[in-house]
């Protein structure tokens, strides 16, 4: 054997020692966080596929029922379950118990409130609360949702429930846009599921009445049995690397070491347009300038208000009460965060309480009950109590809790709950 070819040969195994060195290490750091975390070296994760929504042809989707899901993030890792019925709930009959005070809680992802554990999202804290006044909470929250999916999901399931009250977690940061189909197909894209794949009203001034645009069905179903393919249970629990606990740690320092607010890959406009004072900033040769973000962003407003409105009246047709609140969104609470929003987008004219204001005023007018509950989440903030997620700004459970509790004591004020 010649020098070179001992070299090579002293290079390969050198090569192949620092390679099992590291998948060592990596087996090291992966298994101790394990021990460390769970107390056991199994991935709690392991044989669970993703959160399923399955395709409606007149909401859009609607959660598949009876699943065991996992759910997982950068700051979170848990399994989430639905019922018969496909609610994040317990099972409920339709027919209300002799002597329980039903409370349909509608409202998109902060409601559904997946991103949570078991009996840690606002709807099952809520009942939690109010377990001693024979309260039932029944959680029709489903991710993603807008007002008018929001309304038809009511008067479809919820009002079978036989609810005393009808009570929905308005956000306006996602919900006012998504009343409006241009301003969603201008923020999603017109091959996103999010645009064409849900409901939206439309008004009809002649005859007074909405006409609903229904969702596309066939597309949305197309691409939901393509994912359906993507989840092989045997590829997902093979891909280790993804899955691991040193994977998601690296992706949490990862995250740390970017701005907090990074520039969006859509319109800034929509993203931030609920809290809009005007357009000015837009230059006027722009594709869409000053005058027709306007001239969106009240036709949403407009149509958001007669949703909100149109809920009301389902509810009180049935002898039954409404109310609803505003789930603050991390811009409207967390003060670094705003700081980092001015910072990066300095032209814009931010007003955060501007939706509270434009949904008090409107509730005020209709006498429907309203309230604004972005005071606690600011103390807590003021306080460095943290109530949300960093990469995908939901609540966390404290921030669940904190919303319940200050609804449970505004309702009170209302009297719209049974006496303790």
Not at 119 to 127: S, T
Not at 166 to 184: Q, R, T, W
Not at 294 to 316: S, V
């Amino acid at each position: 054997m010649n020098i070179f070819q001992k070299r090579l040969r002293s290079g390969a195994v050198t090569l192949l020692l620092l390679l099992a060195s590291m998948a060592l290490a990596f087996l090291v750091l992966e298994f101790g966080l394990r021990l460390a975390l769970f107390g056991s070296l199994q991935w709690r994760q392991s044989g669970h596929l993703p959160f399923i929504r399955v395709p409606h042809s007149e909401l859009g989707w609607l959660p598949a029922p009876n699943q065991v899901a996992a759910e997982e993030a950068l700051e979170y890792q848990h399994l989430t379950t639905t019922n018969s019925k496909g609610l994040r709930d317990t099972h409920r009959a339709y027919e209300k118990p002799s002597g329980a005070y039903r409370i349909v809680v509608l409202g998109d992802s902060y409601m559904e409130a997946t991103h949570v554990p078991e009996g840690e999202g606002f709807p099952q804290v809520l009942e939690a609360l109010l377990a001693a006044r024979n309260v039932e909470v029944i959680n029709l929250g489903v991710g993603g949702y807008a007002t008018t999916a929001a309304w038809l999901y009511l008067r479809s399931e919820g009002m079978k429930y036989e609810p005393d009250l009808v009570l929905l977690g308005f956000y306006a940061e996602n919900d006012v846009h998504g009343n409006s189909p241009e301003l969603s197909r201008l923020f999603w894209g017109e091959d996103n599921i999010r645009y064409y794949g849900q409901p939206y009203a439309l008004w009809d001034s002649d005859n007074e009445s909405f006409e609903i645009r229904a969702p596309d069905y066939e597309r949305s179903y197309a691409g939901y049995q393509e994912r359906l393919a993507a989840y092989s249970p045997r590829l997902y629990q093979l891909d280790a690397l993804r899955k691991s606990l040193t994977s998601h740690l690296f992706q949490q320092m990862r995250l740390q070491l970017y701005t907090r607010v990074r520039p969006p890959g859509y319109d800034v406009n929509i993203h931030f347009g609920c809290y809009l004072t005007n357009f000015s900033h837009v230059p006027e040769d722009s594709e869409p300038g000053p005058d027709a973000y306007q001239e969106l962003w009240d036709d949403a407003w407009a149509i958001t208000k007669q949703q909100i409105a149109a809920i009301n009246d389902t509810a009180r047709k049935q002898g039954v009460h409404f109310a609803f609140f505003n789930a603050p969104a991390r811009i409207q609470f967390e003060s670094r965060y705003q700081e980092a929003v001015v910072e990066r987008f300095p032209a814009l004219s931010l007003d955060v309480d501007l939706p509270e204001r434009r949904l008090g005023a409107f509730a005020a007018r209709e006498n429907i009950p309203f309230v604004d509950i972005s005071p606690p989440f600011r103390e807590a903030d003021a306080a460095g109590r943290v109530v949300n997620y960093n990469h995908d700004s939901h609540w966390n459970a404290a921030g669940h809790r904190l919303a319940a509790t200050a609804v449970v004591a505004w309702l009170d004020e209302e009297n719209l709950l049974p006496k303790p």
